[in-house]
């Protein structure tokens, strides 16, 4: 998962805040990204009716901001190497050192853990071929040629692999093509990714096997890469009032819920709902000054954000049985209803990812500050390439 500073849309900061990388996200951001994982959460962990449609809208949304986080600092990095500043190889190693420092870490940690455990014990979809596949980011494509497998509890590790893919293929393609042509870049991706859904759904492919598609997802990432191409786009005070914000992320949530029991239906249109998504995301780098960012700026939503990668990938292996099991190794027993059951599930996996973001993660975002801090800031690379009539500050 991508983070987006406070830096990042509205001013260019000097390099020397790469060592505090953590520290000035801009506002409503993590807010959104809590909702997100939210929704994933509640569509593994809940029998709800079509539960499933929720968690594909927040990782939808995951991709789309994403999307928009990687388009900007590419962007901008780009316009370095036209200007003559950095070369293009220097910038492709920076962002893949940065990149690899925020995702890999944990990633690879929680796999490893699995697979000391599995000389002990076995888990279902992790076998030895299959944890091979996870390691080398390849969940989804493995998902797409077993749809109806049974994954076990890894099967959400499909995003990730999808959004390692797009940074292999895009990074390149940006840093290698002039800064002008990210619109038609992305826009291609974009017109890829419906082509691919049109085509899997005229072929009658199994919906799981549609949902983790590569191309499809690419797409939404595309859409992010979009929004964060109309940085000189003066919208009008309407589109990014707080009214428009707060219909744009209500029908985020709505949609889902209104449209996600009709399954087929749901299949084939439910993806184009990334569009939504990068609208809320414009409205919200857009315009700061409203309630809606205030609601999102609030400590819950913020902290939970903030932390979100972890809880992502952690949410899945937290369970209230295996709770149970361990005061049953004390000799004691507990039970609860199935609101107290997602209650203890949602504590302990916010505890775990908060003492990971804390004492993991936000120290090896630190040390790829000071890596890469000779050639500038992500935070301010996003800035230039979506702050309206913002150049890159001098470093």
């Given at each position: 998962m991508a983070t987006i500073y406070q830096g990042a849309i509205f001013a260019v900061q000097p390099s020397r805040t790469m060592v505090?990388?953590?520290e000035d996200r801009i506002a409503g951001f993590d807010g959104v990204r809590a909702i997100a994982v939210l929704m994933v959460f509640i569509s593994h962990k809940t029998t709800l009716p079509h539960h499933d449609s929720y968690g594909s809208v927040g990782v939808w949304l995951f991709l789309v901001l994403s999307g928009m986080l990687i388009s900007s600092i590419l962007s901008e990095m780009r316009g370095k190497v036209e200007a003559g500043t950095q070369s293009k190889w220097r910038s492709m190693g920076d962002f893949y050192l940065r990149r690899s420092l925020r995702i890999f870490p944990l990633y690879y940690a929680c796999l490893g853990v699995f697979a000391l455990a599995s000389l002990f014990t076995s888990f279902v979809g992790f076998s030895r071929m299959?944890?091979?596949?996870?390691a080398l980011y390849g969940t989804n494509i493995y998902?797409?040629?077993?749809?109806?497998?049974?994954?076990?509890?890894?099967?959400?590790?499909?995003?990730?692999?999808?959004?390692?893919q797009f940074y292999l293929l895009f990074a390149p393609i940006l840093l290698f093509t002039p800064r002008k042509y990210l619109l038609r870049i992305c826009v291609g991706f974009m017109l890829a990714g419906a082509a691919m859904l049109a085509w899997l759904v005229s072929v009658r492919t199994h919906p799981n096997a549609i949902h983790v598609d590569p191309l499809i997802a690419f797409g939404m990432l595309g859409v992010g890469g979009f929004v964060a191409s109309l940085k000189n786009l003066k919208p009008r005070a309407w589109l990014v009032s707080a009214q428009a914000q707060a219909a744009a992320g209500l029908t985020l949530i709505a949609i889902p819920l209104v449209f996600g029991y009709y399954r087929d239906t749901w299949n084939v249109w439910g993806p184009l709902t990334c569009t939504v998504a990068?609208?809320?995301?414009?409205?919200?780098?857009?315009?700061?000054?409203?309630?809606?960012?205030?609601?999102?700026?609030?400590?819950?939503l913020r902290s939970l954000g903030r932390v979100s990668y972890a809880f992502y990938i952690l949410?899945?292996?937290?369970?209230?049985?295996?709770?149970?099991?361990?005061?049953?190794?004390?000799?004691?027993n507990i039970d609860g209803?199935?609101?107290?059951?997602?209650?203890v599930e949602l504590f302990i996996t916010v505890a775990l990812a908060t003492l990971s973001w804390h004492f993991f993660e936000r120290p090896l975002l630190r040390?790829?500050?000071?890596?890469?801090?000779?050639?500038?800031?992500?935070?301010?690379?996003?800035?230039?390439?979506?702050?309206?009539?913002?150049?890159?500050?001098?470093?």
């Open positions: 505090r990388p953590a299959e944890a091979t596949i996870y998902i797409a040629m077993t749809p109806t497998g049974d994954h076990g509890h890894f099967g959400h590790l499909w995003s990730l692999s999808a959004e390692e990068g609208l809320f995301l414009f409205q919200i780098a857009r315009n700061q000054q409203t309630p809606v960012v205030a609601f999102l700026n609030l400590w819950p949410h899945q292996f937290v369970h209230f049985y295996e709770v149970q099991a361990v005061f049953h190794k004390l000799h004691m209803s199935p609101i107290v059951q997602l209650a040390l790829g500050a000071r890596l890469t801090a000779r050639e500038g800031a992500e935070a301010s690379s996003a800035a230039a390439a979506l702050s309206p009539g913002r150049q890159a500050a001098t470093r």
